[in-house]
């Protein structure tokens, strides 16, 4: 066990003084096909290390958020003054998928906004919330910043309805192997 390893489970195990609630953003996309982590493609550094396209790169990334936040929990399970909640906040249509799809951001924006009101009304129907608006999601966001303390602890929602994640988000193993990981990778860094 490494040093930095020893120096954050001893300071996860002190008690917090005062509430603090972390929480994390991630993606539905989480459960887009990955059934596990690709560990070549953690390591940027490596040549030819691009085994993943860039859609599995970023259904990789939220799955690891996922998993980042069950280690945090289970590295203070015993702090009643620690809360860690996920969230995937709502599909709105942003530039990240400019290097995704062939349509133009910009025309794809076009096209949503002309559609917005139909999608809209189905995802009232189905109580889907699939598309969000900014103003949406930032409400969103800020109610699971901001409800009681000791309500939301350990918690998942996909928008405003809780849920669990996909089972591999559920993994203690794999939360601790990327755990590990992620410290001895930032340990190696030059």
Do not use: M
Not at 27 to 33: C, E, F, P
Not at 47 to 56: E, I, V
Not at 58 to 76: E, G, I, R, T, V
Not at 107 to 128: A, E, M, R, T, V
């Amino acid at each position: 066990q490494s040093q930095s390893q020893s120096q954050s489970q001893s300071q996860s195990q002190s008690q917090l003084k005062s509430p603090f609630r972390i929480v994390v953003i991630s993606s539905i996309t989480h459960r887009s096909g990955l059934q596990n982590l690709d560990w070549p493609s953690l390591e940027f550094q490596v040549p030819n290390a691009k085994r993943l396209s860039s859609w599995q790169y970023y259904c990789q990334s939220k799955l690891c958020n996922l998993l980042f936040a069950l280690q945090l929990k289970n590295l203070f399970s015993n702090d009643s003054n620690f809360e860690i909640v996920c969230c995937h906040p709502g599909n709105t249509i942003t530039n990240i998928t400019a290097n995704w799809i062939i349509v133009n951001p910009s025309i794809l924006k076009s096209i949503f906004s002309l559609i917005q009101p139909i999608i809209y009304f189905i995802n009232d129907q189905l109580h889907n919330y699939y598309f969000t608006t900014l103003d949406e999601t930032a409400t969103f966001v800020s109610w699971l910043c901001t409800t009681e303390f000791g309500k939301l602890n350990g918690k998942y929602f996909e928008v405003w309805d809780q849920c669990l994640p996909h089972k591999i988000a559920l993994n203690h193993n794999l939360a601790q192997q990327l755990w590990n990981h992620s410290i001895n990778s930032t340990n190696n860094i030059k």
